[in-house]
């Protein structure tokens, strides 16, 4: 499975006719996960009305699914559809993030982590990549609050979901 130019196969928890869900590299609460259509599109006018319904039916499975587990106190789910709205992988995703009540000082400052350089996407995944093939985690710029999780980490967290969708 592509995230953009990205293989994610191994983060991958859910997957339907037209649409994917898997966990996320640099999650910005625990439990953010994301929903992608299998088709590698840009912008969500891309979408053609099979794959509008698969994607909203499985970001709203996959939302309960993961405030279950989580338990959570409520769901951000957020598409960000082109670059000034802060899309920085060019494949039309959906963020669901498990919210709890006092996880944040306030409330939105979700939306100022979300559209944060350090949650840049691609370049997280690029620099993840840099990283495997020198294989020195010197070229990651330390980051106190968020860390990139190793493959087998996403993996092993894409098993345990994928678990809930038996």
């Known amino acids: 499975m592509l995230f953009g130019k990205f293989n994610v196969s191994s983060q991958v928890f859910y997957k339907t006719q ?6 996320n590299l640099k999650p910005l609460l625990p439990g953010h996960v994301l929903v ?3 088709r590698v599109i840009p912008r969500v006018h891309d ?5 509008v319904a698969d994607f909203y039916a499985t970001v709203h499975r996959v939302a309960g699914v993961i405030e279950r587990v989580y338990k959570a106190d409520g769901m951000q789910i957020v ?5 000034c709205a802060g899309q920085s992988v060019y494949h039309v995703h959906c963020h669901i993030i498990p919210r709890h ?19 840049n996407l691609t370049l997280q995944f690029e620099l993840q990549r840099d990283a495997y093939y020198s294989s020195s985690r010197s070229n990651i710029a330390p980051d106190a609050d968020r860390k990139p999780r190793s493959p087998e980490e996403m993996a092993e967290e894409a ?8």
Do not use: R
């Not at 979408?47 to 794959?51: A, N, Y």
């Open 79 to 83: 598409i960000q559809d082109g670059p």
């Open 159 to 166: 098993q345990f979901l994928a678990g809930y969708f038996v």
């Open 36 to 38: 992608c259509p299998i």
């Open 47 to 51: 979408l053609d009305p099979e794959e």
């Open 18 to 23: 037209k649409s994917f869900a898997l966990v």
């Open 101 to 119: 009540i006092n996880d944040l000082p306030n409330v939105d400052d979700l939306y100022t982590k979300l559209n944060s350089p350090d949650a």
